[in-house]
């Protein structure tokens, strides 16, 4: 089973860290094939969430409302109502995160602290 995604953490950041520090198990291959990519599309959203555990359209509106800015390009919606799936779900060409690098320095000094990386 991979690592769990930490709140907030956007995907690319998951992947990378499941490649980092995922070495006790044998690596999901969703990792491996993200590896290479520049942006994570709508495919790769619903393997991430079948490979945290959260199949189908809950999982995938459950990562693409908690781990993207999906929700601050679209309509606000009150917080219960989480779902995206309609034909983002179905479309294959969705982008929902792009690869570039970024970090805010206190950011990572509190997840040293709270998370130990």
């Known amino acids: ?19 980092l520090l995922y070495w006790a198990e044998p690596k999901a291959e969703i990792f491996e094939a993200l590896r ?7 495919a790769e959203v619903r393997r991430l969430a079948a490979a945290i555990g959260w199949p189908g359209c809950y999982g ?7 781990h993207t800015l999906n929700a601050a390009f679209h309509v606000i919606k009150s917080d219960w109502d989480v779902a995206y799936s309609g034909t983002q779900y179905l479309s ?4 929902f995160s792009e690869w ?5 320095p206190e950011c990572v000094r509190e997840d040293l602290k709270i998370h130990g990386f």
């Open 1 to 19: 089973m991979p690592l769990w995604i930490l709140p907030d953490e956007t995907l690319p950041s998951y992947v990378r860290r499941n490649l």
């Open 100 to 104: 570039d690098a970024s970090f805010c």
């Open 36 to 42: 290479t990519r520049h942006v994570i599309k709508t």
């Open 92 to 95: 294959e060409g969705e982008h």
């Open 60 to 66: 995938f509106n459950r990562l693409v409302h908690n």
